[in-house]
T-cell receptor, first 111, second 112 residues
């Protein structure tokens, strides 16, 4: 099972770009990488997902190097409302039993 | 857009009591999941289901039971509540195993 490691916390300021890296050294060929955002007293919310290279949507980008042993979530021009916990998840394309959430990164955005 | 609905939102149980956490989704998703989240920690998978009538264990299934009689509903049963089961429980659903999961707002359960 591919275990994930993320920084426990990060701080940044409004308007800055924030990059959160997740390590997953044992990622398997079929594993995909998904990032979720969680606010207090709410369930996680999907941000972005990818298998390799770069994926971009309206809220974030996901960079995955060729060896896929890590991935970086990039949040452009953050605002106070981006203060949340961000989870990296590595999942097996063939079985839900192998879904593992990381311990999460607590991102704090300051004015 | 109801999405994934969990009831109740809060519950206090005494040790040894039993209860069922309800979860229903209206997106016609095949996959449904139950997670627990302890304070300051990530989510741990308890059980999941790939469709009506099919369930399987996740990382931490001990002390819990599930059933999936319909596509929409995936209840989680605690038979003999223990203090170690004090946690926030999240239900989620997805169309397939590699599609994003949609989460409910959770059930906060305290066992005293």
């Amino acid at each position: 099972l591919a275990k994930t490691t993320q920084p426990i916390s990060m701080d940044s300021y409004e308007g800055q770009e924030v990059n959160i890296t997740c390590s997953h050294n044992n990622i398997a060929t079929n594993d995909y990488i998904t990032w979720y955002q969680q606010f207090p007293s709410q369930g996680p919310r999907f941000i972005i997902q990818g298998y390799k290279t770069k994926v971009t949507n309206e809220v974030a980008s996901l960079f995955i190097p060729a060896d896929r042993k890590s991935s970086t979530l990039s949040l452009p021009r953050v605002s106070l409302s981006d203060t949340a916990v961000y989870y990296c998840l590595v999942g097996d394309n063939s079985s839900a039993s192998k879904i593992i959430f990381g311990s999460g990164t607590r991102l704090s955005i300051r004015p | 857009n109801a999405g994934v609905t969990q009831t109740p939102k809060f519950r206090i149980l005494k040790i040894g009591q039993s209860m069922t956490l309800q979860c229903t989704q209206d997106m016609n998703h095949n996959y449904m999941y139950w997670y627990r989240q302890d304070p300051g920690m990530g989510l741990k998978l308890i059980y999941y289901s790939v469709g009506a009538g099919i369930t399987d264990k996740g990382e931490v299934p001990n002390g819990y039971n599930v059933s999936r009689s319909t596509t929409e509903d995936f209840p989680l049963r605690l038979e003999l509540a223990a203090p170690s089961q004090t946690s926030v429980y999240f239900c989620a659903s997805s169309r397939t195993v590699n599609q994003p999961q949609h989460f409910g707002d959770g059930t906060r359960l305290s066992i005293l």
